[in-house]
C-alpha cells in the first residue's frame, strides 16, 4: 500500500503509520497547533483519529475471508499470562474524551478502559463465541443456500414438464429470484439496523422457509413465479446481515476468518443438497405426489426449524445475552468486561450507534460516489458470467445427457468439492502474492478453454466426455470471495466498507441475473450460441482485469507523486489535519 522509501529525508513520513504513531501526531498536532485546533469541532477530531486507525489498519497486508485459514494460529501464539489488552486512543488522556461511548450505546456500563485481561482469559472466550455465534451462523447460511438452490435437484426430477415449463420459464423463474433478491439487499439491511439482526434475521428465515415448503402445491406458471419473487425478497439482505450480527462479538481482525466458515458453508450445502435430494426424490408416486414437492416442503420444514432456532439462538449484543429461556445468560460479568473493551479498543467507532439504531442514507450516497471502487463493481458484473450457465443447467444437462435422476445428483458433487478446493488456493496464493487483478485472469484462462471446448464438443460426443468438460469447467477456482476482501480493502474505511461490501454483491446479483438468460429454449440442447457468447465474456473479462490492474496503478503513481513532493512537515501537518476520508487519503494505496 504505502509508496518505497529511500534514505531522503522526505521519505521519513510513510504512508502506512502506527496507530500510536497516528495518535502521537494528532496529539502533538493539537498542542502546537492552537488557532487550528480550536477551529476543529471535537467531533472533527475524533472523526480525523478514527480515520488515521482506519488507515493503519487498512495499511496491513490485507486478509481476505479464506486467506484466514492460513493465518489463524498466528493469533494464539501469545503465552497465557501475557497481557491481551491491546493499545488504544482510550490510553491516551487527550484523546480519551473524544472516544466515550454514546449513552445509548447498549454495552456502556462494561465499557472500562482501564480494564486489562490475559491471553488465558480472552483465547478460552473467543472459542466460546464461536461455538454461540460462528457455528449458528454456518448453520443459518445453510439453511439459505438449501432453499435457494434445491430447485437444481428438483430439475433432476422432470420439475419443468410436470408443471407445463420450459427453459425459458425456468430462466425467467431464476430471474425473477435474482431481482428481488438485488431489491431486497439494501432494505434488509436497514430494516436489521433498526429492529437489530437478532430479531430481522429470524423473521427473514422463518418467512422464506414457509415460502419455499408451500412450493409443495406450485400447480403452474404463475406460482412458480410467485415464489420465486417471494424467497428472492425474503432473503435479499441476509448475508450482509448476519456479517453485521457478527461484528457485534468480534474484532476486525478475527471477522475474516469467521467469514471464512461462513462461506465455505456455502459450498458445502451444495454438496449436502445433492444427498438429500437423492433419498428425498426417491418419494415421487408417495400419496400420489412427484418426488420435487416432498423435496420443496420436506427441506422448508428444515430450514423452519433452523429459523424458529435463530430466535432463540441470537442475542442483542454481548451484555444482552440473558432471556425466559436462558436465565444465566452466556457469560459473566468479567467475559462481558473483556468483550466490550476489546471490541471498543479495536474500533472505537463501534460504539458511535446503538443495535436498534437505523442508519441514514448519507452512507449510500458515499459509497456510490466513491469511483476508485467502481471497478471492482464491474468486475462483480462479469467475472463469474461463463461459469453461470452451465452451473445453473448442470442437472438438467446430464438428465439430457441421459443420467437418471438419482445419477444426475450424485454427479453434481465432485465439482462443487473441486470448486472448494480451488476457491481455497487461489485465495490462497493472492494472498501470498499479494496479486488479485492477476488471480482473476487465472480464473478466466482457466474458464476459457472450457467453454471453447463445450462450443465445439460434437452433438453425438460421449455423455462421459461433456460430464468430464463440465466437471473440469466448474471446478474453475473462484476469486468471489478475494473480491469481497480485495473490495473491503479498497474502500479503507469501517463506516463504508459494509455498504461497498453490498454494493459489490449487488453487482455479482445482476451477473446472475444476466447469466440466467444466456441459455435459451431456441438454443437446445447444445446451447451453441449460447457458448459462444460465454467464449466472448471471458476473453472481456481478461481485459477488463488488466484494465482494472492499470488503474489502480495510475492511481498509485498519482499519489506517489504527489506525496514525494511533500516536505516531511507537509506530510506529517496533512496526517495530522487533512479531512480526506478513506481511499480519498493521499497515504492510501489501492490494492491490485
Known amino acids: 500500500m504505502a509508496p518505497s522509501g529511500d534514505s531522503d529525508t522526505k521519505d521519513n513520513i510513510q504512508p502506512s503509520t502506527a496507530v500510536a504513531s497516528s495518535v502521537e501526531t494528532a496529539s502533538k498536532s493539537s498542542s502546537s497547533s492552537t488557532n487550528e485546533k480550536e477551529k476543529e469541532s471535537p467531533e472533527a477530531i475524533r472523526q480525523r483519529i478514527l480515520d488515521q486507525e482506519a488507515e493503519f489498519r487498512a495499511s496491513q497486508k490485507p486478509t481476505t475471508n479464506l486467506a484466514s485459514f492460513w493465518s489463524w494460529k498466528k493469533s494464539e501464539t501469545r503465552r497465557p499470562g501475557d497481557i491481551a489488552t491491546q493499545p488504544s486512543v482510550f490510553d491516551n488522556p487527550e484523546l480519551a474524551p473524544y472516544f466515550q461511548p454514546t449513552e445509548r450505546y447498549e454495552n456502556r456500563h462494561r465499557f472500562d478502559p482501564s480494564f486489562k485481561w490475559t491471553w488465558a482469559e480472552e483465547i478460552p472466550l473467543i472459542r466460546k463465541i464461536d461455538w ?148 428425498l426424490l426417491r418419494l415421487r408416486g408417495y400419496h400420489g405426489h412427484e418426488g420435487w414437492r416432498w423435496l420443496f416442503l420436506l427441506e422448508g420444514i428444515l430450514t423452519l426449524v433452523i429459523g424458529i432456532w435463530s430466535y432463540f439462538q441470537m442475542v442483542p449484543s454481548p451484555t444482552q445475552t440473558r432471556a425466559p429461556w436462558r436465565k444465566k445468560g452466556w457469560f459473566t460479568e468479567h467475559e462481558e468486561k473483556i468483550m466490550v473493551n476489546r471490541i471498543l479498543r479495536d474500533d472505537p467507532s463501534k460504539s458511535d450507534m446503538h443495535n436498534r439504531q437505523a442508519i441514514t442514507l448519507k452512507l449510500l450516497w458515499e459509497s456510490l ?21 452451465p452451473d445453473q443447467y448442470l442437472t438438467l444437462t446430464l438428465r439430457q445427457l441421459g443420467f437418471d435422476t438419482f445419477d444426475s445428483n450424485l454427479l453434481s458433487i465432485p465439482c462443487q468439492i473441486f470448486c472448494t478446493i480451488s476457491m481455497l488456493l487461489i485465495t490462497y496464493f493472492s494472498e501470498k502474492l499479494n496479486q488479485r487483478a492477476f488471480m482473476g485472469i487465472v480464473m478466466q484462462v482457466w474458464l476459457l478453454p472450457c467453454v471453447i471446448a463445450l462450443y465445439l464438443l460434437p452433438a453425438d460426443a460421449s455423455r462421459w466426455a461433456a460430464y468430464a468438460v463440465v466437471t473440469v469447467l466448474l471446478s474453475y477456482p473462484s476469486t468471489h470471495a478475494m473480491q469481497v476482501g480485495w473490495c473491503s480493502r479498497n474502500s479503507n474505511t469501517v463506516r463504508t466498507r459494509t455498504v461497498s461490501a453490498a454494493l459489490y454483491n449487488m453487482a455479482v446479483q445482476i451477473n446472475s441475473i444476466i447469466s440466467s438468460n444466456i441459455y435459451r429454449r431456441d438454443d437446445r440442447p447444445e446451447y451453441r450460441r449460447g457458448n459462444r457468447a460465454l467464449i466472448g465474456i471471458a476473453s472481456m473479462n481478461i481485459v477488463i482485469y488488466l484494465l482494472v490492474k492499470v488503474y489502480y496503478l495510475w492511481r498509485n503513481k498519482k499519489r506517489d507523486e504527489t506525496w514525494e513532493k511533500m516536505t516531511q512537515e507537509e506530510r506529517r501537518n496533512y496526517l495530522a489535519t487533512t479531512t480526506d476520508k478513506g481511499s480519498k487519503r493521499l497515504d492510501f494505496r489501492f490494492a491490485h
Open 132 to 279: 454461540k455465534v460462528t457455528a449458528w451462523s454456518c448453520i443459518a447460511f445453510f439453511a439459505l443456500d438449501l432453499d435457494r438452490s434445491n430447485i437444481s435437484q428438483a430439475n433432476t426430477d422432470n420439475f419443468l414438464d410436470d408443471l407445463g415449463l420450459d427453459t425459458n420459464d425456468y430462466n425467467l423463474g431464476q430471474t425473477v429470484f435474482r431481482i428481488s433478491f438485488l431489491l431486497a439487499e439494501l432494505p434488509s439491511q436497514l430494516i436489521s439496523k433498526k429492529i437489530g439482526p437478532d430479531r430481522w434475521i429470524p423473521i427473514q428465515m422463518v418467512l422464506w422457509s414457509i415460502v419455499s415448503a408451500a412450493q409443495f402445491w406450485l400447480n403452474g406458471r404463475s406460482s412458480f413465479l410467485a415464489t420465486r419473487a417471494l424467497i428472492g425478497l425474503l432473503q435479499g439482505g441476509f448475508i450482509p446481515d448476519v456479517i453485521l450480527y457478527m461484528s457485534y462479538f468480534f474484532k476486525g481482525t478475527e471477522l475474516p476468518f469467521r467469514l471464512a466458515l461462513f462461506w465455505m458453508a456455502n459450498r458445502l450445502t451444495d454438496v449436502i443438497s445433492p444427498l438429500l435430494a437423492y433419498g
Open 369 to 389: 460516489c466513491d469511483f476508485d471502487i467502481w471497478p471492482i463493481y464491474l468486475i462483480g458484473l462479469t467475472f463469474s458470467m461463463p461459469a453461470g450457465p
